[in-house]
């Protein structure tokens, strides 16, 4: 295998406007690893998972993603590469006046041909995997059900769901628990970290829980103004290394 890291990362700097959103980025992750990466609001936590599913084009440097060159690959390489990254957002991203299997099959949508993606919206295809898949986030019984009706948590298990069914070599969660209460959020994290490690996917996860992220994930990078300020296993973090990546928003809440 020419690449052996899920994600590559070479001084990689990302400009959006007038912003400087993340600068000098060096960061290798390896296919199967977990990872957390917290920092305060606005840190670049956001456009880092951006860069990593290639939604967000680097300004300059490398990046590469399960082996693709995401600034030289052709359009249908892109494609390719980013039918096996699943991604996961804060406001789950779904079409809430549809009914669950039609969200959990948009998952597919990239791996089908056209008529097949339009027809499956009169007449969902593929139930079984669908079924399989929400059947492992723990509501198979929610198939026909109005996704706006569901709870924020039952949501966010739909969003996992139709990343299940992409069969992905790797899923990116972009504070996947921040609209949820803690009990939930924890749930949903343990679900992630587990369907992860059965799907042998390699997992990055941004999150604005400290506690959550050092307690259960193996590595965590700590993300400030655009830059890592550490990328360390959890257990060699210390209080000092969170207060520092948190001091200038407490700077700000001080003065404000
Ligand atoms: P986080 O996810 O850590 O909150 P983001 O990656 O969302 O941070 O944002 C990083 C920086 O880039 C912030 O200063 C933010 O205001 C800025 N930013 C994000 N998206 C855009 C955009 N589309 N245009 C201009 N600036 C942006």
Known sequence: MANPAAIDLGDVSVRLGSVQALSGIELTILRGERVAVIGPSGAGKSTLIGLM?????ATSGRVHTLGCDYRRA?????????RR???IHQRFDLVEQLRTVHNVNAGRLGAWPFWKAAL???LPRDLKDVHAALDRVGIG???NE???DLSGGEQQRVAIARVLVQ???MILADEPVASLDPARGLEIINLLLDLSAEEN???VASLHDVEMALGRFDRVIGLRAGRIVFDRPAQQLNEGDVAELYAFEQDLRQEA
Request: hydrophobic share 35%.
């Open 53 to 57: 599913n290639g939604t967000v084009p």
């Open 120 to 122: 499956s919206l009169v």
């Open 146 to 148: 109005r996704t706006g």
């Open 85 to 87: 990254v699943g991604t």
């Open 141 to 143: 019984g929610k198939l």
């Open 167 to 169: 069969q992905p070599a």
């Open 74 to 82: 052709s359009a249908r390489q892109l494609r390719a590469t980013q």
């Open 201 to 203: 996917a390699t997992l």
